[in-house]
Each structure stands twice: as C-alpha cells, then as structure tokens.
C-alpha cells in the first residue's frame, strides 16, 4: 500500500523560504502529485500540481513565489516555497492519485494523502 510521508515543515519568517519533501513509500508507480494546504477554520485548498511528465499548475496567489518538481527516480515530490507570507501558514499535504486525468488538477480528491507538515510564517 502507497504511504506518502511529507517532511520540511517549520517556522520561518516573513520573506523566508522552505523546501517541502514527501516521499513516496511502497509503490514504483510514477503517480499524478500535488501539494495542497489547510489552515483552521478554512477549506482545503491546491497548491501546485505536476504530471508525470513535469507540466506543473499553481495556485495564483503562490506562482512565481513557489515550484513544484519531482524526482521520479527517487519518488519524492518537492515544493520549494520562497518569499513567504503571513498567508502561506497552513498544514501542508501531499497528495497522490495513479489516473492519468488528475494530472494537474489544484481541485478533486486525490487517491492517496501524507499526514502532512505544518509551515508556520511569522512578522
């Protein structure tokens, strides 16, 4: 069973940078990844997504600020995030799915979900 395992959260400061990492446990199977979040009170929202290929799609508010990308050798998923903002607070998953049309999709519900990681951006 496919086991998605985030890592690279923490607290950071407005304007700083963090490089999220999920790894890809039990499975050889290039799938389909994305990063979403969610902060209290709040709807879970996408992020960034990317195909097998590498076509990437983001979330306005973030693009040119963050970058998906993959290692499909290792299986591990990355999200660089830099000049952060207060609004970028949230908990961080990472999410999987084997059908080929949920390639860059920021909305639907993924197969497979990591635990996630919290990033906590502070003034």
């Known amino acids: 069973q496919v086991q998605l395992m985030e890592s690279g959260g923490g607290s950071v400061q407005a304007g700083g940078s963090l490089r999220l990492s999920c790894r890809v446990i039990?499975?050889?199977?290039?799938?389909?990844m994305a990063w979403f979040r969610q902060s209290p009170g709040t709807e879970r929202q996408g992020v960034a997504a990317i195909g097998h290929g590498g076509s990437t799609n983001y979330l306005e508010s973030v693009k040119g600020r963050f970058t998906i990308s993959r290692d499909n050798a290792k299986n591990i998923l990355y999200l660089d995030m830099n000049s952060l903002k207060l609004d970028d607070t949230a908990m961080y998953y990472c999410?999987?799915?084997?059908?080929?049309?949920?390639?860059?999709?920021?909305?639907?519900?993924?197969?497979?979900w990591g635990q996630g990681t919290q990033v906590t951006v502070s003034s």
């Open positions: 039990g499975s050889r199977t290039t799938y389909c």
């Open positions: 999410a999987a799915d084997i059908r080929d049309w949920m390639c860059g999709e920021l909305q639907g519900n993924y197969d497979h």
